[in-house]
């Protein structure tokens, strides 16, 4: 029974695994109705202007470091003018005692405009334009994991005020690192472990029971499906995953990019048409570390981590998250699944 006296439905209160992280997920969607007597976050703002002469990200402009970027006309890198890794690092790093651990913050980071218009999302771009935003993708993890101190090559994309990007121009970043993030040893790891174990690829089998249980697919074609997984973490979660498993982006062919940059854009247009409103995410590609070592049983994915249960509400992380390092999950993913399923395919500002 729930606090209110109403029976518990089913699924709504377990623990799920998750098999690429290889912990447990509370599923307790019988408390999303609790009360909330809490702050509540402001529904983003919509940007109106194709272009913002203030934009250190819109065509021609100059940027904090005095460059100015290039007049393009698709997509757009340049180095991050407040690199947190970069070949200015200081070389020598003072161990305050010998126990401890440090090393030169080396590697590159760098910022990615993925389109020249300052108001278009990933959501609202065609998907022949995210397929320019793919290309970036595989080009510089291709350069930058090439580099004999890089030993992994991250892409994302932190999309809204609410994730902490103060400019609403659409763009990513990529940090190339001389260490491998740790999700991704996780998974690999994980993945490396299934394919001894079983013959069968790990996210394979996750494919397969999507497939299966089919409630919580948004999309598929030939080359890509995209679902919420069974063990979601975040209420609005979902994997974007090529069908043939490849351990970096730029291993995908161009017809699969096609596909993924179909199945990017079902994804986000449904985001955004949930509420109605620019839908804020943290998005990660999921590659393989570019240190020349056996990654064949990695499956390169993009992630979708939506901070949001409700337009205005926020999954906050805390005791069981940053405490213990395992999530509880205030929705059911079935249920989440079924309402961005029941989304339009077009977005709401094209009809
Ligand atoms: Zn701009």
């Known amino acids: 029974m729930t606090d209110a006296g109403q029976p518990t439905p089913p699924g709504a209160w377990e623990q799920r695994w998750h098999p690429l992280r290889e912990e447990w997920v509370i599923v307790a969607a019988h408390r999303q109705q609790r009360p909330w007597t809490g702050n509540t976050v402001a529904a983003p703002a919509t940007t109106a202007v194709a272009y913002d002469p203030g934009c250190y990200l819109c065509p021609g402009n100059a940027r904090v470091s005095g460059a100015a ?19 200015d690092a200081p070389r020598e790093v003072a161990v305050p005692t010998p126990f401890y651990r440090a090393a030169p913050a080396v590697g590159a980071a760098r910022v990615v405009c993925f389109s020249p218009r300052h108001d278009l999302t990933l959501a609202e771009m065609p998907p022949a334009a995210i ?20 030993r992994q090559v991250l892409c994302f994309e932190n999309k809204g005020e609410i994730v902490g990007v103060s400019n609403p121009h659409p763009h990513g970043q990529i940090y190339a ?20 174990d079983t013959g069968r690829g790990l996210m394979a089998d996750i494919i397969r029971a999507e497939q299966l249980d089919g409630r919580r697919v948004l999309h598929e074609d030939e080359h890509v499906i995209a679902f919420v997984p069974y063990f979601a973490r975040y209420a609005y979660e979902v994997y974007v995953v090529p069908k043939r498993r490849v351990a970096h982006v730029f291993d995908l062919n161009d017809v699969e990019v096609a596909a993924l940059a179909g199945a990017l854009s079902a994804v986000t247009v449904r985001f955004d048409n949930l509420w109605r409103m620019s839908f804020p995410y943290v998005q990660v590609l999921h590659q393989a ?63």
Request: glycine fraction near 8%; charged fraction near 20%; include cysteine.
């Open 69 to 87: 970027n290039a007049r393009y006309a698709s997509t757009f890198v340049f180095d991050n003018d407040h690199p947190c890794v970069g070949a």
């Open 131 to 150: 397929a320019g935003v793919v290309d970036v993708w595989r080009a510089q993890t291709r350069e930058l994991g090439a580099r004999p101190e890089v």
């Open 177 to 196: 690192t001389s260490f491998v993030w740790k999700t991704f040893e996780i998974e690999e790891a994980a993945s490396a472990r299934h394919l001894r």
């Open 289 to 351: 570390p570019t240190d020349g070592a056996d990654h064949s049983a990695f499956h390169f994915y993009i992630a979708f981590h939506p901070p949001l249960r409700q337009p205005t509400l926020l999954k906050y992380l805390a005791g069981p998250e940053i405490g213990g390092g395992n999530f509880v999950s205030d929705t059911g993913p079935e249920a989440k699944a079924a309402e961005l399923r029941a989304q339009a395919p077009v977005h709401y500002r094209q009809t």
